[in-house]
């Protein structure tokens, strides 16, 4: 009832009676920001240059697929990147390095999901800082920090930043709770500052690129945990099945509308973000089951018995520019 409310393009009457709450909440906000812009409060630098990559609104808007695909397109230009995080969703706040033997309760699924699809190391803690100092510690070669969802997170320095919107833009503009947004939205992008569009158009004023969204072809389980990807052609095995799609993601929707775009009839298993998969979410007596990728870091191939589990891997395409001129503002980093 609320995200419907966030995504009128008018307040309704939900988002009116909150928005006194709203006004604390961006009262906190800019607090928390004017302490570390006047200089009361430090900003912390990381060993090395960093990309901050969040959003302004509340719920996934591509965050996780823009950090896989920032790392790759930075690599192409001779970089050798590591990922910091918060590590949303895990049982505590200690400093890890993530491992793919390491399971979502200790590390977060996104971070565990980055560092299986990148193979890049990555390194969670409460203090992303520490998160960062570990991990430049560990791995010497590390020239390139991103981190992901930390685009409200002031304590340490950021480089540049990569923002990302869906198609729903702003929503009705107000701050939480009112409506989506986590911090107030500026006239224009913050200095150094992109702007990805995961949709397909701009969902607000501000310019930016678009994102090229593709569910790759499905890999059973135990062959996506090898790290296999699977050879052009498989949508086809599952045409014509009865097919089960859980996805325990902000936009759930969205990844079944995709599904049914390859030609795939679905019974559709909503589950909430960051669902934990502790017990399976399906028919005991389905046979082909879809998820995402998020979801399947949680689902060991032994767990799913005589099911045929399929991870259906969404790659993102981003504009070589965005590179090119993340690359341009990473020229002048100094640790000053």
């Given at each position: 009832m609320l995200a419907t409310s966030w995504q009128r393009p008018q307040p309704d009457l939900l988002a009116r009676a909150l928005q006194p709450l709203s006004w604390i909440y961006r009262g906190a906000a800019s607090l928390h920001r004017s302490l570390?812009?006047?200089?009361?409060?430090?900003?912390?630098?990381?060993?090395?240059?960093?990309?901050?990559?969040?959003?302004?609104?509340?719920?996934?808007?591509?965050k996780t697929p823009t950090v896989i695909a920032l790392v790759e397109q930075m690599r192409q230009r001779g970089y050798t990147p590591g990922v910091v995080s918060r590590g949303y969703g895990r049982r505590d706040d200690s400093l890890r390095s993530v491992a793919r033997t390491s399971t979502p309760d200790e590390v977060g699924d996104e971070p565990l999901l980055i560092l299986l699809r990148t193979g890049a190391p990555v390194t969670v803690a409460g203090r992303r800082i520490d998160a960062a100092r570990a991990l430049c510690a560990a791995h010497p070669t590390v020239d390139l920090l991103i981190a992901d969802d930390g685009l409200q997170h002031h304590a340490m320095a950021r480089d540049a930043q990569v923002i990302v919107f869906d198609e729903r833009g702003v929503g009705n503009g107000l701050l939480l709770p009112a409506g989506p947004l986590r911090q107030p939205m500026p006239p224009c992008a913050p200095e150094r500052s992109i702007v990805l569009y995961n949709a397909e158009r701009a969902s607000t004023p501000w310019p930016g690129y678009l994102a090229t969204r593709i569910v790759a072809d499905p890999v059973p389980l135990a062959e996506w945990w090898h790290g296999e990807r699977a050879d052009a052609g498989t949508w086809a095995q599952l045409r014509g099945r009865r097919v089960v799609a859980c996805a325990g993601v902000a936009m759930p929707q969205r990844f079944f509308s995709m599904l049914q775009q390859q030609g795939l009839t679905?019974?559709?298993?909503?589950?909430?973000?960051?669902?934990?998969?502790?017990?399976?979410?399906?028919?005991?007596?389905?046979?082909?089951?879809?998820?995402?990728?998020?979801?399947?870091?949680?689902?060991?191939?032994?767990?799913?018995?005589?099911?045929?589990?399929?991870?259906?891997?969404?790659?993102?395409?981003?504009?070589?520019?965005?590179?090119?001129?993340?690359?341009?503002?990473?020229?002048?980093?100094?640790?000053?």
């Open positions: 570390y812009s006047s200089g009361l409060r430090a900003r912390q630098r990381a060993p090395v240059p960093l990309i901050v990559v969040g959003n302004f609104v509340a719920g996934g808007a591509g679905i019974e559709p298993v909503a589950l909430p973000d960051h669902a934990s998969f502790d017990a399976l979410p399906w028919p005991a007596s389905a046979v082909d089951v879809v998820i995402t990728e998020k979801d399947a870091v949680k689902v060991r191939p032994e767990r799913v018995g005589a099911t045929r589990v399929w991870v259906a891997p969404l790659d993102f395409g981003l504009d070589a520019q965005v590179g090119a001129t993340l690359a341009q503002w990473l020229q002048s980093w100094t640790t000053a």
